[in-house]
Nanobody, 112 residues
């Protein structure tokens, strides 16, 4: 079984920063592409970022370019999402994704 577990969410002021982590555990390939998605209240789940198996190729949604940065540490089986200059519109539950598998999500609230 493969398990994905997000963490690092919380309440932050506009302009603040958070770093999300996605820990992969269980039986799984040593390397795999990973993605981050988010779902705001009452909205559909949307793509945030994707990162290649070794981290050499990263793609971001236009809404987060220049503010978010994805990275990974394959030795620790962790994928990160550094979020800077957070805005209220970034409020959502953030999920990591491995192929068709999803984590349980971690909630991010940006509010003053």
């Amino acid at each position: 079984q493969v398990h994905l577990a997000e963490s690092g969410g919380g309440l932050v002021e506009p302009g603040g920063s958070l770093r999300l982590s996605c820990i992969l555990s269980g039986s799984m390939p040593e390397y795999a592409p990973m993605s981050w998605y988010r779902q705001a209240p009452g909205k559909e789940r949307e793509f945030v970022a994707s990162i290649s198996t070794k981290g050499g190729s990263i793609t971001y949604a236009e809404s987060v370019k220049g503010r978010f940065a994805a990275s990974r540490d394959n030795d620790k089986n962790i994928v990160y999402l550094q979020m800077n200059s957070l805005k209220p519109k970034d409020t959502a539950v953030y999920y990591c994704k491995l192929f068709s598998l999803w984590g349980q999500g971690t909630h991010v609230t940006v509010s003053s």
